[in-house]
């Protein structure tokens, strides 16, 4: 079993930047990818980012909406994942989730699709505003 605690969320202006963090209960070594999702009242949750966990950090993916200005990123040692958040407009607004997969398979296009994470967060909530 796999519990992940998020935290970091809050209010920003448009502009500014946040980072989120994600706490795992079990080393992070023994998980195949962390990811950050975000999910808005009457949408689906949309990947965000993810990190392939034996690359160490070599291999991360975005969703184009926030391609160069997020950034994730995992300390082993500490078994905690990150969300450097930048330049933050008002669609970021969102919960923000983390998730970890434990299982191998995942396919190439399927690495920000919420169906293939198996553990999941409470989120934490950003609101950015203008």
């Known amino acids: 079993q796999v519990q992940l605690v998020e935290s970091g969320g809050g209010s920003v202006q448009a502009g500014g930047s946040l980072r989120l963090s994600c706490t795992a209960s079990?080393?992070?070594?023994?998980?195949?990818?962390m990811a950050w999702f975000r999910q808005v009242p009457g949408k689906e949750r949309e990947g965000v980012a993810a990190i392939f966990i034996p690359s160490r950090g070599a291999h991360t993916y975005y969703a184009g909406s926030v391609k160069g200005r997020f950034a994730i990123s995992l300390d082993n040692a500490k078994n905690t994942l990150y969300l450097q958040m930048n330049s933050l407009n008002l669609a970021d607004t969102a919960d923000y989730y983390c998730?970890?997969?434990?299982?191998?398979?995942?396919?190439?296009?399927?690495?920000?699709?919420?169906?293939?994470?198996?553990?999941w967060g409470q989120g934490t909530q950003v609101a950015v505003s203008s």
């Open positions: 079990v080393y992070t070594e023994k998980l195949l990818y």
């Open positions: 998730a970890a997969r434990t299982y191998a398979g995942l396919v190439d296009g399927r690495r920000l699709s919420a169906d293939e994470y198996n553990y």
